[in-house]
């Protein structure tokens, strides 16, 4: 192949990545959207979770079965641990947490506070590491925490109840996703992206069923139909697809690149939930969402170099 059509099919799967990516940030972004729809139905938020897993599942699933008939090396004892325990950490615990919260705060404020991970994996990391943060990467983050400050007080005073219950909640699902992100990093170096995410996504299936079975009785499954198609365009849309699209991405055009075009995410969440939920928007919320977004960009950029 001529070094101009090799150059070519490089530009070609560059801009398909990026196309990949921002397709994947739009709909990571519209699962907070897909969950306040189902909310107005009547559904709670494990029910919904656990709707959301079984239709998921199946993919993944597959993704698994595939991956043993390409003859993959088989896990260890210790790789199935990891995968056990992040998998519990970085999907189960941080999608209920997340669930919950949006039954008190905003699909606005909850995608913002999910975009932080960055800042919370740059501390995870000097913690466990003991690699120092630069002044930058400080005065980047307390931007974005004060912009963060700034969409909550604008929430604040559109609701009142629950608000501080549902932003710690959301929070506290982002730090158990930065934990998961840490730890994750050389298991998925050494299993793979895909691999690693359809079997940690089969292990929060199995915990979401589980506690579904022990905290609701069965009737809690006669829903409206509508829930039911919510929960599927939730698995298909917010979970598979943009977990696909994302990994292609990654392997075209590199996970920071892929991380800045998911920049994108928090601003249409921020669109859908005025245009479709009647959600309000003002300048606090505009300028505080700003705040966040240049915080957490000069953050990955940072952690990139």
Known sequence: MSSIARSILDDRSALVGAVFALFAAIGFSTKAIFVKLAYHDGADAITLLALRMVFSTPFFVGVAIWDKMQNAPPLSWHDRLL?????????????????????????????????????????????????????????????????????????????GDGMLLGTTLVFTSTISYSIYLVGAGHAIARIGSMRFTAYAMIVASLASLLQFGVMRPMGALYLPVHVYEIAIAMAIFSTVLPVFLLSYAIHHIGS????????VGPVSTIYMAYALLGESVSMMQMAGSLFVLIGVLIVSLSSRR
């Open 83 to 159: 995968i056990l325990g992040l998998g519990l950490i970085g999907y189960y615990l941080s999608s209920l947490l997340d669930f919950v919260g949006l039954q008190y705060i905003s699909a606005g404020l909850e995608r913002l506070i999910l975009f932080l991970y960055p800042t919370i994996t740059v501390i995870l990391t000097a913690l466990i590491y003991r690699r120092p943060v630069g002044g930058k990467t400080i005065a980047a983050m307390a931007l974005s925490y004060t912009g963060i400050i700034m969409v909550f007080l604008h929430n604040a005073e559109m609701k």
């Open 256 to 263: 920071g690149n892929a991380s800045l075009i998911g920049s």
